[in-house]
């Protein structure tokens, strides 16, 4: 389980744009708790600790933990609006779970070994269908990334979602088994025997050149 970051927050009197212009003149981001069957509640948090954690990898995996006022509020970040021309935030949504809750979350997707496929080493080109899965989990075990080993992969070979070994607790939010990589043939793929060949000509070449190299120094 991820380790929550504590927020501090302070709650906003009622919604609006005027309120929410007012607390940004203070420094503050507008912000909405919502969730967990319970009423919303707006609140406002610091911006200079809001821009600290944004830009931070992970932020709408990591689990935070409100601190408004005395009261706890479990929470992930959903959604963030920005400026159009500062980039300033300007609200969040933050949403408040249980053990209990599952949500959908886009998780990326990373390649290892590439160096010891055999279809890659023959000159096939990796095509990555899906940079990212949608999976369903628990906020407290959201993986930061699945890993997919493409050792032994041939030319020809495609990956899909019920070939891996997915985290305890996420599953994917279809049943159907769609493809996320493939190992493509190259345009022109060399034969054994034309790299044989190749490598054959090559010490020929090599060899001639070192007595044409002797022949000119005895003469």
Do not use: W
């Not at 929410?20 to 203070?26: D, G, V």
């Amino acid at each position: 389980m991820t380790e929550a970051i504590n927020i501090i927050a302070e709650k906003r009197d009622r919604a609006g744009k005027g309120v929410a212009r007012a607390a940004r003149r203070e420094g503050k981001v507008p912000a909405i708790i919502y969730g967990n069957k319970l009423d919303p509640l707006a609140i406002k948090v610091d911006e200079g600790d809001i821009n600290k954690l944004i830009k931070k990898p992970g932020f709408f995996t990591q689990i935070f933990a409100v601190d408004l006022e005395g009261s706890n509020h479990q929470v992930l970040a959903r959604d963030i609006q920005f400026h159009p021309v500062s980039e300033r935030p300007l609200h969040i949504d933050f949403y408040r779970f249980n053990e209990n809750t599952k949500i959908t979350m886009e998780i990326p997707v990373v390649f290892v070994n590439e160096d010891i496929s055999p279809g890659l080493k023959r000159g096939g080109v990796l095509n990555i269908v899906r940079r990212e899965i949608e999976l369903s989990c628990s906020p407290l075990k959201i993986p930061q990334e699945i890993e997919i080993d493409l050792e032994g992969t041939e030319i020809g070979e495609s990956i899909h979602i019920t070939a891996l070994n997915l985290p305890e607790g996420t599953e994917p939010i279809t049943d159907r088994d769609f493809t996320i990589a493939t190992v493509a043939a190259p345009t022109v793929m060399k034969t054994e025997e034309e790299e044989a060949q190749e490598a054959a000509d090559s010490e020929d070449s090599e060899s001639e050149a070192t007595e044409g190299e002797a022949a000119d120094a005895e003469g």
